[in-house]
């Protein structure tokens, strides 16, 4: 069967990751979490003391960006795939409130952008990949031949967020994610370089008022819908 691209964007926190990566599951594609990217390339630098304070030094980060690696390694109890930093699981590190406070000054550096959409660009080459971020049906596959772009309101994901940050015992105050979320969605859509925005030809969703599993039924119809029209 043909193989095709799936773009899922939208704001943080609106469910993106887990509707794209059961569809991946579904279909036996691959599933790319961009935004775990961003993640590891932030935590990179607060590893190496890159911020003083919310100010990042950009020679510093300039001089080191090829040195960073980021891979994605399946877990064999959970078959999820984790992120790895230059060899090492981070995936638990890049989901704390201390990285989500400082990655979106990370990813509006153009220098990481390009470094990071050259490999995000590099994954889907042979297509059959769900990939999901920011700029996926803009900037990292504009002919991608199926873009989603997810929102929801800022208390939904807000609550959201909280539940998977205590589900991981990372107990948050909700006034501090919603604060988080409502920052990040300033921003991501307004800085220069690539600003999240919706694809012309992105379908949109507003999953505020809908269930997992209900998600899951219209993103699978999307494909196949896709899928059937595609040419011979
Ligand atoms: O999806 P997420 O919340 O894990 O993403 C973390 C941050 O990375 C988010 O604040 C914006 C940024 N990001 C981006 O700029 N471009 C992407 N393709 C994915 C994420």
Avoid at 90 to 117: C, D, F, G, Y
Avoid at 191 to 196: A, D, I, N
Avoid at 205 to 222: P, V
């Amino acid at each position: 069967m043909k193989k095709i691209i799936i773009a899922v964007d939208g704001f943080s926190s609106c469910g993106k990751s887990t509707m794209a990566k059961d569809l991946a599951r579904e279909i036996g594609y691959a599933y790319i979490d961009s935004g775990a990217m961003y993640r590891a390339v932030t935590l990179y630098c607060m590893q190496n003391r890159f911020f003083e304070g919310d100010v990042i030094n950009i020679a510093q980060l300039e001089a080191s960006i090829n040195k960073i690696q980021i891979t994605f390694i399946p877990n064999a109890e959970t078959n999820n795939s984790e992120t790895y930093l230059n060899g090492v699981n981070v995936e638990r590190e890049i989901r704390t409130m201390e990285v989500a406070n400082k990655v979106s000054l990370v990813s509006a550096i153009p220098i990481v952008r390009h470094a990071l959409v050259a490999n995000q660009q590099a994954m889907g080459a042979q297509k059959g990949i769900v990939m999901d971020g920011r700029d996926i049906g803009t900037a990292v596959f504009p002919t991608a031949e199926l873009k989603i772009f997810v929102t929801a309101s800022a208390q939904v994901r807000a609550e959201r967020r909280v539940a998977e940050l205590v589900a991981k015992g990372d107990p948050v105050s909700f006034e501090a994610v919603l604060e988080n979320v409502k920052s990040r969605d300033h921003m991501d859509t307004t800085r220069t370089e690539s600003p999240l925005r919706k694809a012309d030809d992105a379908l949109e969703l507003d999953n505020s008022n809908l269930t997992i599993a209900e998600q899951k039924a219209w993103l699978l119809a999307q494909y196949h819908r896709v899928i059937s029209n595609l040419p011979s």
